[in-house]
């Protein structure tokens, strides 16, 4: 048989990759619950806000949950827009126990960022109105309380106590902060609340460090440099900040 050799085959093409979709799974009850078979309560869950900034305090929460109102849509603070997350810390509030510790901008400069943050964390759980039997912590470290204590890492995205506590911590900074705008405006405190974004970073250089300003942050020890060189010695304890957000990021 003779084959039209002007006819010619359509190219195969390549079969198109599916589109999936990631879900990330919300943050559960199930650590919680299985104490509360073994009889453990109360339990918390501890987070803290503020460890990355070049301003402002850390603010640490502790939230007791109750099993049969736990408000529906907790996460991890920052997978939440601000408006939800305020609408979830009136909820929290309202159906939970809950404390707040803050570690001021002193305390960093005195103990370091990571023993400020724990330190506020620890003062966040034994201000709770009842001491609980066992505590769940965002993180790596454990904390020195009178209970048992389980670090978690991405603790926020996994244990709903934690995530509850993250919506705490970060709405009471974000209010905190804006409140300091208003004693310091200027810098935008209330737009980026701390963080070293670029337009704190031309604030803080156009109008040197306030006393809200985390002393020994590298940006901030540059621009104490410019406006006060009499004051401004470099020492051991300055700060980089990326290099302290990949330990944030890393804990």
């Not at 009842?130 to 204590?149: I, N, S, Y």
């Not at 040197?208 to 010695?233: I, Y």
């Given at each position: ?22 879900a ?47 408000p ?8 939440l ?32 960022i990571?023993?400020?943050s ?120 300055t700060?980089d ?11």
């Amino acid at each position: 048989m003779i084959r039209d050799k002007s006819v010619k085959k359509k190219p195969v093409e390549p079969a198109k990759p599916e589109k999936r979709v990631i879900a990330v799974a919300r943050p559960s009850f199930r650590r919680e619950r299985a104490l509360i078979k073994r009889g453990v309560w109360p339990i918390a869950g501890c987070d803290e806000a503020g460890r990355g900034p070049l301003a402002g305090p850390v603010v640490a929460a502790a939230v007791v949950l109750d099993p049969n109102r736990i408000p529906k849509g907790i996460d991890d603070s920052k997978r939440l827009t601000a408006e939800r997350r305020e609408e979830l810390f009136e909820e929290i509030c309202a159906t939970a126990a809950f404390s707040v510790a803050v570690a001021s901008p002193a305390r960093i400069d005195r103990d370091n960022i990571l023993r400020a943050s724990l330190w506020a964390l620890a003062r966040a759980v034994h201000a709770l109105p009842e001491m609980p039997k066992h505590v769940f912590v965002d993180g790596r470290d454990k904390l020195v309380t009178a209970c048992d204590c389980e670090a978690v890492i991405g603790g926020d995205g996994l244990v709903v106590s934690i995530a509850a506590a993250s919506i705490i911590a970060k709405v009471t900074r974000d209010r905190l902060m804006s409140a300091l705008a208003l004693d310091c405006p200027g810098y935008g405190f209330e737009q980026h609340k701390g963080y070293a974004v670029p337009e704190h970073l031309e604030a803080l250089d156009r109008l040197g460090p306030s006393v809200h300003h985390r002393s020994f942050f590298a940006p901030v020890v540059a621009a104490r440099a410019k406006h006060f060189p009499e004051l401004a010695e470099p020492d051991l304890f300055t700060v980089d900040p990326e290099s302290e957000a990949a330990a944030v990021a890393a804990a």
